[in-house]
């Protein structure tokens, strides 16, 4: 892979002037220090996940890559969205007005050029999980320049990023996309989901190759990318940088681990922050501990090599996929077929997606925050987290693709403990449905940006999720604090939170009544404590144990100023 580091470090420079760099939170074991938005833990973490190709078109020069056109059935072409649109993006503040702290982009590595009818009509790989060359960035996305721009921008705002990785397959084969080869993967049989065997040593579905991750017979490289290799004049450095991973590593050459060079090379050069790990359970469960243990050291390297970029000196963090994993089902995870549990926080991973909440979204906030705190914050839980999510873009199971609920349902999520995933257009009401595609393609609409500046109902949605989203990301008790009813009527409670030298409380009411409303604080503040609602912006003091806020909102977000 080719060094970024002089541009990397051309950007840390040029925009360095634009920018405050956000504080780190250095460890005073004998000193309190107050939170700021500067204070990060992933257990409390906004993540925002996006597709690539459907968010913003900020370069459309690049539309028609590898002679690409819009020909797909309904929503399965590339409609145009880069890397230049996420960058623009973040040059107007609009993660930040939004309160995240983490970015979760769709794969942006190289995809099979052409495309395939997988049962739904002409398909492209504008999803970005139909990897062709793990090394390249698909010129559809960006360039190599435009991803270490995001990366500096978004860490100047003190934005993680979450690199979006697949072990399990390559993309599907075409007239004019070559198959890897038989030494790197399987094309039968195809997974019946029945057994353990039949969901990790198998194709997900047909068209699919799958890599040889079970196996550690050495394999040489592909003709295929040793000839795009040679006639992009890199061949030689690509061969070099292996050579000298398998020897420092010690791991075979197998396919598995040249994947995982491939994959940390981004690590290295770039300091991205984690992975967000693809079909986890479709891959034996040792190959994340191995992938794990790479990616830490290869984040470290960067951190060590770059002290005045680097946002803080938490270690690389890892999420995983597994799908229909449940947070109540514990640690362990039953695999397809019954006759084996997994727990996969034990083999390299610091949180999983937890497909539950989009069910339990319906429950009254009540029931949803005391579930959610008993567990995460029980012994057997510390140090983990889990992903919570109201619609993402392989779920099916949406429980408002209308986006009728689309308020309720994101203070719901943005105030449940664990990390929140907002997935791009839940904070504008971009509807989950269309009357010509099928499948999960009616849930990858391209991002509907001309409602956000034309309609009043979405705009509306977008401030809600706004005032919401600044408090989750300024108070870190919010996603990571132990949870205290205070009133049962109407409904207050309290979140705190002391880590890492780390303090903080909030206080929140909800179905409050319209105008004047006297809020009772219990413990967590004192009187005379000066407190602000995040949602009506006004200020208030504490008194007799009570703040008095007078709003026509029935939602009331305290925190000290």
Known sequence: M????????????????????PEQVVEKPEEEVQPSQKA????????????????????????????????????????????RGVIQKLDEGYFTDLGINVLWMTPVF?????????????????????????????PNYGTMEDLAELVSKAHQQGIRILFDVVINHTGPVTDIDTQWPDSW???????????????????????????????????????????????????????????????????????????MKWLTDYLRELGIDGFRVDTVKHVEESVWGELYALAVKALKSWKDSHPEEKLDDLPF???????????????????????????YYQEGFNSLINFSFKDDVLLPPQDIFMKYDDLLQSANWQGLTTVNYISSHDDSTVPDKGRENIL??????????????????DETGRKLQSEEATGDAVLRTFMNWDEVSQNMENKAILEHWQKLGQFRRDHLAVGAGKHEVLQQEP??????????????????AMNAPAGLKTIPVGETFKDGDQLIDYYSGQSSEVSGGTVKIDSEHDLVLLGRQ
């Open 40 to 83: 990060f833990d992933w257990h409390a973490a906004t993540i925002y996940f996006l597709l690539t190709d459907r968010f913003y078109n900020g370069d459309p020069s690049n539309d028609h890559s590898f002679g690409r056109q819009q020909d797909g059935a309904p929503l399965r072409s590339f409609m145009g969205g880069d890397i």
């Open 491 to 508: 409904y207050v409670f309290s979140r705190a939170y002391a880590r890492n030298s780390v303090v903080d409380q909030i206080v929140v």
């Open 317 to 343: 963090f890892m999420l995983g996929e597994v799908y229909n994993y449940s947070i109540f089902n514990g640690k362990e995870f039953t695999m397809d077929g019954g006759e084996k549990q997994i727990d």
């Open 408 to 425: 309720d349902f994101g203070t719901k999520l943005l105030l449940t403990p664990g990390i929140a995933q907002v997935y791009y257009g």
């Open 185 to 259: 993967v399987r094309t039968t049989p195809q997974c019946s989901y029945d057994s353990y065997d039949k969901t990790v040593s198998c194709t997900l579905v047909e068209n699919l190759p799958d890599i040889l991750t079970n196996s550690d017979a050495q394999v040489d490289l592909p003709e295929f990318l040793i000839n795009k290799w040679t006639e992009e004049g890199r061949l030689d450095q690509e061969t070099q940088e292996l050579d000298e991973f398998f020897a420092e590593s010690g791991h075979p050459r197998a396919p598995r681990f040249y994947i």
């Open 2 to 21: 080719r060094s970024t580091a002089p541009i990397i470090l051309f950007f840390v420079l040029l925009f360095s002037q634009c920018q405050p760099r």
């Open 110 to 138: 190289e995809q099979i050029k052409d495309a395939v009818d997988e049962g739904h009509g002409k398909n492209y790989g504008f999803h970005g999980y139909w990897m062709r060359d793990w090394t390249a960035l698909d």
